[in-house]
């Protein structure tokens, strides 16, 4: 059954991510756009042949949703959760989902007592290279995990200035507060629930930089496995990921979409196996994925001619939650009530202490 669908804020994240994968799903029907400036949901509206409004609950009740996207701004979801959710409508909501872990029970439980699914972006889970090293760990290839060390980094202050929106220096944390929750939720992948999280770091004050943060590091626990994420806007550094395993470590590039393993050779020889299997390893995940590349670049040549297939969006978190979210099944949500609640005690903690130590 195709459902209803709406786009509750036309800024990027709510055209580029949401409405440029809800499109070709073929279990979703676009019938709206929603933004509180009147002139950017007309230009949404008409680029994609839907209908404008500047009230969500007007949006959902005229046009009978089934469900709706939520990428408005992070500190309006709270609000925008609570009015919406006696509708029944089912929400899928941009991260960081909530600022505190109070909002987000909420908004959760706001939903639930309509019966209407609720769940967050965590789109880099559905990423082919997150799924593979991920089924490896629970495999057991690398043993009991022990660590996680995350580090990326974005050069904003040589120029690059990755982030435009004007929200983003409005949030507690800024840019760092903005992607905070992709290395929550990536880490809680290898390392299961957080119990514990903290500010470790930070550097602030850096020339060219639009924010008050050029670095920072947080600390979260899983019981007795710790992860380490640090975002440095002075570096340029790459998107990757150490995950430490009693035997043996696997490092994960995400921006080059490669992983290899980490071993500690005890001769020459196993060094040169270890080497040569890495070689091979690269090789082959290349060739992956210049397959599925190719097969998504073909695969969407045939929207052309109206074809719409799910393999064209195969790569796609935002395609891939948006198919669960219109399925209106709970137990088929990958990222669930409880996952969200985890992701918001973490980033809670963390951006409480960032906003008292730069205060002092």
């Not at 509206?45 to 709706?68: K, P, Q």
């Not at 609720?118 to 991920?134: A, C, D, G, K, M």
């Not at 297939?309 to 990958?334: F, K, M, N, V, W």
Request: aromatic letters at 6%; charged letters at 25%; one cysteine or more.
């Amino acid at each position: 059954m195709v459902q209803r669908y709406g786009v509750i804020g036309c800024g990027g994240a709510g055209v580029n991510r949401h409405l440029s994968n809800a499109v070709p799903n073929p279990r979703l029907s676009v019938r709206a756009v929603c933004d509180l400036d009147e002139r950017i949901s007309r230009e949404t509206a008409a680029e994609f042949g839907v209908t404008a409004y500047t009230d969500a609950r007007e949006m959902i009740d005229a046009e009978s949703l089934d469900a709706v996207s939520v990428a408005t701004p992070p500190g309006t979801h709270h609000g925008v959760v609570t009015e919406i959710a006696s509708t029944g409508v089912d929400v899928l909501v941009e991260k960081p989902f909530a600022r505190t872990l109070a909002k987000a029970e909420e908004m959760i439980s706001a939903c639930a007592k309509s019966g209407s699914v609720i769940t967050e972006v965590n789109n880099q889970l559905f990423r082919p290279l997150v799924r593979w090293v991920t089924e490896r760990i629970r495999n057991g290839y690398v043993g009991e995990v022990n660590a996680v060390i995350s580090y990326v980094g974005v050069n904003d202050a040589a120029g690059a200035d990755t982030v435009k929106a004007d929200w983003v220096t409005e949030i507690d944390g800024e840019r760092f507060g903005e992607d905070l929750e992709h290395r929550i939720y990536l880490t809680r992948n290898f390392i299961g629930n957080i119990t514990e999280a903290s500010l470790v770091d930070s550097v602030t004050e850096i020339e060219g930089l639009p924010y008050d943060t050029a670095e920072a590091t947080a600390l979260v626990r899983a019981g007795n496995t710790s992860g380490y994420l640090t975002m440095s806007f002075r570096s340029s550094c790459p998107n990757v990921f150490l995950i430490v395993g009693t035997r043996r470590t696997l490092l994960m590039d995400m921006s080059s979409r490669i992983a290899i393993t980490l071993d500690k050779p005890d001769s020459g020889s196993e060094l040169l196996q270890g080497n040569l299997e890495n070689v091979i390893e690269i090789l082959s995940q290349s060739a992956k994925r210049a397959g599925i590349h190719a097969r998504t670049v073909a695969l969407r040549k045939l929207a052309d001619f109206g074809a719409t297939l799910d393999g064209a969006y195969a790569t796609s978190g935002h395609y891939q939650q948006l198919s669960e979210l219109a399925r209106g099944d709970p137990d088929r949500i990958t990222v669930t009530p409880n996952d969200i609640r985890n992701n918001a005690m973490a980033y809670e903690r963390v951006i409480d202490e960032m906003v008292t130590a730069a205060s002092e």
